[in-house]
């Protein structure tokens, strides 16, 4: 946001900025909760368990609270065109980061405690079963945006920056692949997801075919950037 | 409602040859101690409602690993009539009423009717048996199951001789299992046999465990365990037994049949399209137990291996 020095305006970042930075703490302490609850059960505090596989239980905690994220930080941009509150892109950067920090520490737990660095295992796994190479591809997919996700790379990056974090896409279709994948007959939650996800990209896709019917272009001539 | 003679020898009500398959059947299961209990005076005649079950004797056979705890076998539950999450039937099941109960017997048998559980139940002497569980989703247990073998019940039917199938169905009431409204599966679900896996002596009709009445989650009054095959051909809350000449159809299979064969044993060899059945994952053991080798049958190799000579177990997984 542009700032001409003057008392309102400065009032009113100082508003802003106050609001971002408790929107933020907001943010950091609700993405924390999921990993506190699961040490919470872990010690068995209070009488709270990881039940009788507990493996399972994190694995899939982990996981699911990485999907939410992906889908918390997708829904970023739709939210602001709706409401007109943009401060909150502000809150993106650090919803990802948490994305990327839940499914990190999931291919961890699948890594370490489910195969137990079984290497053989791991590389037939990956080979192998579909569901395990598409949630390998997507957290692989991630790092690189994870790597770039600072002001300084962004700046670093330009224009390629906005280019590269359409990575995004891939990983969440591929992320919600993964769950549909893995699911034996109750299909109700991947499908939850994979509407949401849909509704999503539509948003995207909604949006840019205002944008090029704006510029006057055809559509098809820029079919080949949003892929 | 019919009634069951209460003491009939085998050889009274079953076509020769399938009597001495099953003799010799159970003369090697006698040999290798697996059948101490067919001359046991003990009588199971009236199953309580909950608590513990009296006269169980101990199976000499029982594996002598720890089991795994009444907590867990009770409360991780695959029981999708009840709710596809694994701590759903043990939150849902209480609606399920176990008593008064009965069991239909259709089919290629003699005795037909409808049976209660009391009179199924009157003759059968119990024992406590200690068998691994394996489920195809690549976990297992170590559960004291209380039963008898299901052989012992089914000759009382006198299936005849086009019996060469069983089928078994759960009870299927919405007003009891909240599960059945969502389409997950084709209800009621069912599950299905050879008569000769049926007849087998490590097949238990089982209607306990850890001495106690079976909880209704794990499948109270009378469910299955076939130990060397998936936990899911050991079909719950058994409500109609059918005797038939053809393969039967299996949930499971119905739903995804290149994943959940008719046979489903226990095998090291042939993966879950989607996962491997190399391994498995010992529950009990906390957050960081390593996963074990699975074995072939479960590890009941030396006992049914003989059910499947010459069977390709590939192709009929």
Redesign the interface.
């Known amino acids: 946001m542009a700032s001409i020095s003057s008392g309102t305006t400065d009032r009113r970042s100082k508003v802003a900025q106050a609001r971002v930075t408790l929107a933020k703490t907001a943010v950091f302490a609700a993405s924390s909760i999921p990993l506190v609850w699961l040490f919470w059960q872990g010690l068995g505090l209070g009488g709270a368990s990881l039940g009788a596989n507990p493996v399972e239980t994190v694995l899939h905690s982990l996981g699911t609270t990485a999907l939410n994220l992906l889908l918390i930080t997708l829904a970023v941009t739709p939210l602001r065109r709706l409401t007109g509150m943009n401060w909150l892109v502000r809150l993106r950067r650090m919803l990802g980061l948490f994305c990327f920090f839940y499914l990190s520490l999931h291919f961890l737990t699948y890594a370490l405690l489910d195969l137990q660095l079984a290497w053989g295992e791991l590389l037939v796994d990956i080979a192998l079963r579909p569901y395990i190479t598409v949630g390998m591809l997507a957290w692989l997919a991630m790092i690189p945006l994870a790597i770039t996700s600072t002001q300084k790379m962004q700046r670093r990056l330009g224009r390629n920056w906005i280019k590269l974090h359409r990575l995004i896409y891939p990983i969440a279709i591929l992320g919600v692949v993964h769950f549909f994948w893995q699911a034996k007959a109750d299909l109700f939650e991947p499908l939850l997801y994979a509407g949401m996800l849909s509704a999503l990209l539509a948003f995207r896709v909604y949006e840019w075919i205002g944008k090029t019917r704006r510029r006057g272009k055809p559509a098809a001539t820029a079919a080949s950037q949003i892929s | 409602m019919a009634k069951l003679k209460h003491d009939i020898k085998p050889s009274e009500i079953t076509p020769e040859a399938d009597f001495m398959n099953r003799r010799t059947l159970l003369q090697s299961a006698l040999a290798a101690g697996l059948l101490p209990a067919l001359a046991s005076p003990l009588r199971a005649a009236n199953l309580p409602l909950s608590g513990d079950l009296e006269n169980v004797s101990k199976w000499p056979n029982s594996l002598s690993e720890a089991p ?1 705890s009444f ?2 076998i009770t ?2 539950n695959n029981f ?1 009539e009840f709710g ?1 999450g ?2 759903d039937p043990a939150r849902n099941a209480h609606t399920l009423k176990p008593r008064p109960w009965s069991v239909e017997v259709t089919g290629e048998a003699d005795k037909l009717g409808t049976y209660t559980l009391e009179d199924i139940l009157a003759p059968h002497a119990l024992e406590e048996r200690i068998y691994r569980f394996r489920c195809v ?1 690549a ?1 297992s247990m170590i559960v004291p199951w209380v039963g008898f073998p299901l052989g012992d019940l089914l000759s009382r039917f006198e299936p005849n001789s086009q019996a060469k199938y069983v089928q078994f169905f759960t009870l299927n009431d919405r007003d009891q299992m909240p599960g059945l409204r ?1 389409p ?2 084709r209800w009621p679900y069912r599950e299905g046999l050879t008569i000769a896996e049926a007849m087998h002596p490590l097949t238990l009709a089982t209607v306990g465990v850890y001495g106690k009445v079976l909880p209704n989650q794990n499948g109270a009054p009378l469910r299955l365990v076939v130990p060397w095959k998936y936990g899911y051909k050991s079909i719950k809350s058994i409500v109609r037994i059918h005797f038939t000449d053809r393969q039967p159809s299996t949930s ?1 299979n119905m ?2 049949a290149n994943e959940y064969g008719f046979y489903s044993n226990v095998n090291p060899n042939v ?1 879950h399209p ?3 059945q ?2 498995e ?1 010992r ?2 053991g ?3 137990s ?2 074990i080798n699975t074995l072939m049958f479960n590890g009941y190799t030396d006992e049914v291996a003989d059910l499947y000579r010459g069977l390709d177990l590939v192709r009929n997984h």
Request: net charge neutral; charged share 25%; aromatic share 20%.
């Open positions: 795994n907590e867990d409360t991780y999708y596809t694994k701590g989703e976990w969502s997950v599966l499971w739903a995804a993966d989607r996962w491997s190399a391994m994952r529950l009990g906390g957050l960081f390593p996963r």
